[in-house]
């Protein structure tokens, strides 16, 4: 997707130990614009060929944006994990724990069990692929509803932190993992590239 | 904003102590399309006469929803509050602390001051106006800036919580404050209204 890379290339600040800050665009201030466009190409890119989307999931707080507008294209709702507990959810919660890079600490994910079902055909989309953690959070707990995993969308992938691969070894079959643009690392240099569509497949 | 009352009292759930519960819509599953209409209405009560809106301001991480698509209507950026400082978080920050109802917890809102200005022309946007806390650590934070309010925009307000006069207190201006929908409570019965327009002025 060539304006969000050019958009990375513009703004992007490199902060070294592979952390690369996207805040005046993507995670804090936030392009309205080029979010839409990122909504509208995860799924085109995702669309599947049978069983309409019928849930776009993601985690608080950055993985929102992106999502709302997928599921803006795909005309369906979304449902964002909380982190943490308040007075209103007196439901039942599907859990997974997840670790963040940039925060160094471990979060809990809660998704009320009312509003995934084995009936849904779900896209997972988050703003980064990195480690994969908070992906393969949310993978396990569309694995818990016993739902569809349609397919899975990121804005920016990290290549180097292997994400793909640990999302892969957790696949029950295989599933289309897209980013829109993937950055590498080299010393003191950074670059920004289009990003990747490939199905995954369960490794042995 | 009739869609909205009518998806309130289709799907709200009445939680006592005046907590209605709106997370099948609103704020954990979302409706996409029904937040797109909510931008646009938002948008629309609050256009300015004058100068155009320049930023769209909110806290994480239910307020992102409607200050997304409130953007996308204004064809501007947003900015979301965040609550915890990240290891990418190395620039100087506007800080205002606020206390959620729902969570019984404080909390500091952080916007880096690269993103706000004294040139911005700025709509705080809310999902919930009860208490005022939150927006009014984010009026608070407009003002650090030395940044113009042209107004303030929620979903729902709960006029019983009195966040309406809270707000007022502090503002420097006359400024119109919109709610999509009201809702009220006696005992154990609520009801959901059309929300109001008022603008606002400072008390003595």
Known sequence: MQKLIETIRAEGRYLGDSILKVDSFLNHQVDAGLMTDIGQALFERLKPAGAPITKVLTAEASG??????TAVAADCRMIYARKSRSKTMVDSFYTADAVSRTRANAVTFYVNQQFLTPEDNV?????????GSSISALVN??????????GIGTVIEKPSEKGREVISRQLPQPCPVASLACIGFDD????????????ERPSA
């Open 64 to 69: 929102i944006l992106p999502a709302l507008t």
């Open 188 to 199: 003191d240099n950074w670059v920004a590239e289009l990003g990747r569509l490939q199905v």
């Open 123 to 131: 896209l997972i989309i988050e703003d980064f692929l990195a480690t």
């Open 141 to 150: 707990i569309v694995q818990q509803a016993g739902a569809q995993l349609a």
